[in-house]
């Protein structure tokens, strides 16, 4: 994984005989009582080691353009203009990366929580990726397509664990965070790429600590499981991680120390 190009919004990187470009929706900050203990109840004080601006968690919100020679998919979409003011810059990234947003041939999206899926819709009201040919999610989420999404549903593919989305882009279930929040293994010549959604929402405290979780996981157990399935998963030779919510551009390595294990970005 190397990086060629980086902008405010963007960055690109050569990945065997793909390219992957990371595009910054922006960012949301949330207090830290979103942060759970293993019990399910919030902490009194931040656990040490979490990472604050001004007193609340800063999420970074991406997405991630695969290019392949006959298909570039977007994983994820950010919120365009539907909820905080500090995001919805993902086609401002592409703008900036040379990109043009027609070029995008499909959509996978990890689950459907706003900042994930209501970029399909741009904000000025037109589809943002007129020529997707197809949008895929989990089974168990397909009903997202109704309102504002509705004009989209004849292209929602529904998914399961293993279903390939290219050549190179398979499903991988990973289930907890929403009830069908899917993780992307990307296949190239020189490794794996996983990218995994909201597995990590702080990434501060949750690689040292994994079994933390957060308030708006559906099942915190089974997100828990998930995040720990992922961690060792990417701690195997020649794989990466790409993170909805890891510290823009949300693209590095993972090791293991102990029980605990640590993030190396590659920016």
Do not use: C
């Not at 800063?58 to 919120?79: H, Q």
């Not at 689950?111 to 007129?130: K, M, Q, R, W, Y």
């Not at 702080?202 to 933390?212: K, L, N, T």
């Not at 030779?237 to 970005?265: C, E, Y």
Request: glycine share 8%.
């Amino acid at each position: 994984m190397k990086l060629i190009a980086k902008g405010k919004d963007y960055a690109s990187f050569e990945f065997g005989d793909l390219k992957v470009v990371a595009l910054r929706d922006g960012y949301v900050d949330m207090p830290p009582t979103r942060l759970r203990q293993e019990s399910g109840r919030p902490f009194d004080t931040p656990p040490d080691g979490v990472h604050l601006v001004d007193g609340q968690l800063r999420l970074s919100v991406n997405a991630f353009l695969i290019i392949e020679n006959e298909r570039s998919v977007l994983i994820d979409t950010g919120a365009a203009d539907t909820w905080h003011s500090t995001m919805g810059a993902l086609l401002d990234g592409m703008r900036e990366a040379g990109i043009d947003r027609t070029s995008v041939t499909h959509v996978a999206l990890t689950h459907t929580h706003e900042d994930h899926v209501n970029g399909l819709i741009a904000a000025d009201g037109s589809e943002a990726f007129p020529r997707a040919e197809r949008i895929f999610l989990a089974k168990e989420e397909i009903s997202i397509f109704s309102g504002r999404l509705a004009r989209l549903r004849d292209r929602a593919t529904p998914i399961d664990d293993e279903f390939p989305i290219s050549k190179h882009i398979a499903a991988v279930k990973a289930a907890g965070h929403s009830p069908g929040h899917t993780a992307y293994d990307i296949e190239s010549s020189v490794g794996h790429l996983i990218a995994w959604g909201d597995t990590v929402h702080v990434p501060s405290i949750q690689f040292a600590r994994p079994e933390i979780t957060w308030q708006w996981d559906d099942d915190p157990s089974n997100a828990r499981k998930a995040r720990m399935v992922l961690l060792n998963r990417a701690t195997r030779p020649n794989h990466f991680v790409a993170g909805a919510h890891l510290d823009f551009p949300g693209i590095g390595r993972v090791t293991k120390s102990g029980n605990q294990f640590v993030f190396h970005a590659i920016d």
